[in-house]
T-cell receptor, first 113, second 110 residues
Framework: DADVTQTPRNRITKTGKRIMLECSQTKGHDRMYWYRQDPGLGLRLIYYSFDVKDINKGEISDGYSVSRQAQAKFSLSLESAIPNQTALYFC????????????FGPGTRLTVT | QKEVEQDPGPLSVPEGAIVSLNCTYSNSAFQYFMWYRQYSRKGPELLMYTYSSGNKEDGRFTAQVDKSSKYISLFIRDSQPSDSATYLCASYNAGNMLTFGGGTRLMVKP
């Protein structure tokens, strides 16, 4: 089984709709991250959490919110989706030291029409 | 200006060629440097990381960092079609946050 899973894998939604992307991990890591990936722009950090009670904004948090339900679960919400939020979204985890890098989920392809 | 810059490619090489992938960065506080490989429709996976300046070798892959010029390189020897992917460099500062380059798409043709 995959260490980091994301649901859904693909989603098409309409402008103005609320949508939630979910992430679960079995790595036992404390740290979890949400990124979006756009062509040519690489991975940009949306939110991150270093433990269950810790939530921090990343580089591009406007229009997004997150919830850390448990050590293993971190969800990303788009309260009112807009077309420029169309992107590939990745969840990642790391241990507290981070030198082993971040482990990424398979991604969610979101299209907002 | 992005803190980590990468040529997006695509870079197309014949099988067996030596591949050189490069990044530049602007933040002197970066201490750890990583290379991630991302296959199509997959999440990135860590390939190698180095600390400060110097070289690190792992099989056909060599990572090189020159902090004086703020230059990061990944060399792939005897490239294979299975190396075809997007390669992302990333730098890591003491606050444990990664900053990614935009990625270089590599195609190795049989």
């Amino acid at each position: 089984d995959a260490d980091v899973t994301q649901t859904p894998r693909n989603r098409i939604t309409k402008t103005g709709k609320r949508i939630m992307l979910e992430c679960s991990q079995t790595k036992g890591h404390d740290r979890m991250y949400w990124y979006r990936q756009d062509p040519g722009l690489g991975l940009r950090l949306i939110y991150y959490s270093f433990d269950v009670k810790d939530i921090n904004k990343g580089e591009i948090s406007d229009g997004y919110s997150v919830s850390r339900q448990a050590q293993a679960k971190f969800s990303l919400s788009l309260e009112s989706a807009i077309p420029n939020q169309t992107a590939l979204y990745f969840c990642a985890t790391s241990d507290s030291i981070g030198l082993a890098g971040q482990y990424f989920g398979p991604g969610t392809r979101l299209t907002v029409t | 200006q992005k803190e980590v810059e990468q040529d997006p490619g695509p870079l197309s090489v014949p099988e067996g060629a030596i591949v050189s992938l490069n990044c530049t960065y602007s933040n002197s506080a970066f201490q750890y440097f990583m290379w991630y490989r991302q296959y199509s429709r997959k999440g990135p996976e860590l390939l190698m990381y180095t600390y400060s300046s110097g070289n690190k070798e792992d099989g056909r892959f060599t990572a090189q960092v020159d902090k004086s010029s703020k230059y990061i390189s990944l060399f792939i020897r005897d490239s294979q079609p299975s190396d075809s992917a997007t390669y992302l460099c990333a730098s890591y500062n003491a606050g444990n946050m990664l900053t990614f380059g935009g990625g270089t798409r590599l195609m190795v043709k049989p």
